[in-house]
Structure formats: structure tokens, C-alpha cells
């Protein structure tokens, strides 16, 4: 969605949702570490920033940032930054592992290789942001504009380079992805390159929305299985976000939700009843159940959507329930190929 709290990293589908529930169950959240030339070479392939647009003075959280002249090497302290450089067109010089070593999702790996990049160089993030492995690549400019841990990160990284972050704590919960885009491209001397980026993604929703006019005012309900309880997401403060851009609209239910209350015990399943059901199990087997045990369930299965087979479920395994929590610059347009055609089935039911 496009107003959600954002963790410092995402990092593979369990580990981002398990922020997520810690942080009030949010809507819902490369790879080798080593050095690859091909990416950490070019970090600025793709883009470029105009001379007049130096000197910059951003004043974040903690005071003032100023960058004196056009940034070459940037680097990244979250997944979200990283894909923020990546969408303005900049690949970074060293970034988090947010993937732990595993699969690149499909989404980063199309930009990077339009960037000419095979990899990127990576350091691991297991016990917070490596400041040493940041200086020892000299960055021009340190992108935080996703990160949770700036309150205590800032003193060690503002001496290696200028932090481009919010300007107030609680832009890390608060900031839109639009937000937190056009403030690192002000940095960056790319605010053209910005708001093209927005204004391509907002097209691509626009596109979907109207190629699916059947999905206009359908209501849904987005539930999640957590390893403690089986979570209503889509409650009625949850900001609109893709689902909602996209034509739908939340049930009568969600005004039972908030972000503190939205456990649906199992002997009250009907609360998920909507013309559309979203589901996704992203705990695997560390989940209070599995999409067998649910959908073996008597009284999930008397749900009228579920017996009229407007019922689907949003698969972790390749990214996309957690990108769908955090959608950044680079996923949005992704999320919105991937998550068009589950929501087609759905509302057709098929």
C-alpha cells in the first residue's frame, strides 16, 4: 500500500513480516555479498544530475545535510534505498544483503541488468548497518530514507559521508514511497528523473485499473497468517493502497479492525467474508495453519466467496505478498503485473 510503515530492510518474505507484526501488523513485506565489477563499477549508470542543482542543503532529524557537488557513489542502508537508487537509475556502490544470500527478487534483478549490473556488492546486515564496509567504499552521498535504525545509525555514518534521510523520526513510519523517492532525488540532483518514476507507476495502476473496470467497487478482505493469529490487514485505517488504487474497496467488516485489534479467531471466519478474499501465508510451516488446513476448514469453506471461488492466495515464495506490504519506487509497477491477473481470477472465479 502506498502509506505504510517501512522496516529498515526488507528482508526475505518471513523476516519483513515478521517486523510487520511486531510493528502492528501492517498490511502486507543481492544476494552473494561479494564484489561484482559489472555493478559496483557503474555506480551511476543511467542517470545523471544537472551541475546547477549543487549545492544541496537537506535538513533531516538530526540536523542538516549538505551535499557540495554531483554524487558518483552512493550508498544504501535498507532494501528500500537501494531500490529508491536503483529506480532513479543509480546502482549503488555497496548496499544490505537484505536477501540473506537467497534469490534476487525478480523485480531488482530486471533493473539491475538494465543497468548493465549483474550483482550488487552487498554486506551483511544480520547485526545492523556495517559501518566500516560503508567507509571502505567512500560513498559521495549515504541513502536512509527507509530505515528505522537512523536514530542510532546517524552519528557513526554522518562523518563517512552526507546521510540523505527524513526530516522528522516519524517520516521512517509515515513517509509514502513517492515521499521518500523525491527527497533522495533532491540529493541526487534527479528530481526529473523522480517524478518520472511516479509518474510512470501511477500510469501503470491507471492502465490496470481501467483494462479491469469488473473490479471497480468489489469489496475485498487481505488476511495474513502470522505464526500467533490470523490477521484482518485490510482494517479500516489502513491507508488505500494498491488494492484500493486498483478499483476495490475494504468491506463493512474492516471497521471492526484496527492495526492493534485485528485478530480473526477461527471460530469466527465469516469476518472474512467480502466479494474478494486475499490470503497469504508467508510463516510457511510457521504459520498458525497452512492453506490446507484452512481451506479444509467447514465453516471457511461456507464462506459465499470462498464456495464462489473468489478466493486467492498471494504467494510469498516469490516476493510479491511482502513487496505488496512495502511497495517502494522499483516494485510498484512489478506488484502491479503480478498482483493484476490473482486479482482477475479472483473477481471472475475462476
Not at 79 to 96: M, R
Not at 152 to 164: F, M, N, S
Not at 255 to 282: C, F, G, I, Q, R
Amino acid at each position: 500500500m502506498n502509506r505504510l510503515a517501512r522496516p529498515a530492510a526488507r528482508r526475505s518474505a518471513v523476516r519483513t513480516l515478521i517486523a510487520a507484526a511486531a510493528a502492528a501488523a501492517l498490511l502486507v513485506g543481492c544476494g552473494s555479498g561479494t564484489e561484482d565489477k559489472t555493478g559496483s563499477d557503474k555506480p551511476t549508470t543511467g542517470a545523471s544530475a544537472a551541475p546547477a542543482a549543487f549545492p544541496v542543503t537537506l535538513t533531516n532529524a538530526w540536523g542538516k545535510t549538505e551535499v557540495t557537488e554531483k554524487p558518483l557513489k552512493v550508498a544504501t542502508v535498507s532494501d528500500g534505498d537501494t531500490s529508491i537508487a536503483l529506480a532513479l537509475g543509480l546502482v549503488p556502490v555497496i548496499t544490505p544483503d537484505a536477501e540473506d544470500g537467497g534469490p534476487v527478487p525478480e523485480y531488482k534483478q530486471r533493473a539491475l541488468t538494465k543497468l548493465g549490473a549483474g550483482k550488487l556488492k552487498t554486506y551483511d546486515d544480520t547485526d545492523g548497518t556495517d559501518f566500516e564496509a560503508i567507509a571502505a567504499e567512500s560513498p559521495d552521498v549515504i541513502l536512509g530514507m527507509n530505515t528505522w535504525s537512523m536514530d542510532t545509525d546517524y552519528a557513526k555514518l554522518a562523518p563517512i559521508a552526507p546521510v540523505v534521510t527524513y526530516a522528522d523520526k516519524k517520516g521512517a513510519d509515515t513517509l509514502t514511497w513517492q515521499e521518500r523517492l523525491k527527497n533522495a532525488a533532491k540529493a541526487l540532483g534527479l528530481t526529473a528523473e523522480a517524478d518520472k518514476v511516479i509518474a510512470a507507476n501511477g500510469k501503470a495502476i491507471a492502465d490496470a485499473a481501467a483494462a479491469h473496470p469488473e473490479f471497480k467497487g468489489k469489496t475485498y478482505t487481505y488476511a495474513v497468517v502470522h505464526p500467533e493469529q490470523l490477521t484482518f490487514m485490510s482494517h479500516a485505517d489502513q491507508d488505500p493502497g494498491i488494492f484500493e488504487q486498483i478499483g476495490l474497496k475494504k468491506t463493512a467488516k474492516a471497521a471492526s479492525y484496527t492495526a492493534d485489534k485485528n485478530a480473526v479467531s477461527l471460530e469466527n471466519l465469516d469476518e472474512l467474508e467480502a466479494d474478494v478474499l486475499l490470503m497469504t501465508y508467508p510463516f510457511g510451516d510457521n504459520g498458525l495453519l497452512s492453506a490446507s488446513e484452512l481451506e479444509s476448514n467447514k465453516l471457511f469453506q461456507s464462506l459465499t466467496v470462498v464456495k464462489g471461488r473468489h478466493y486467492a492466495v498471494i504467494p510469498s515464495e516469490n516476493t510479491l505478498s511482502s513487496a505488496v506490504a512495502y511497495p517502494d519506487a522499483l516494485s510498484f509497477p512489478w506488484i502491479v503485473e503480478k498482483l493484476t491477473p490473482i486479482l482477475a481470477q479472483a473477481v471472475a472465479g475462476k
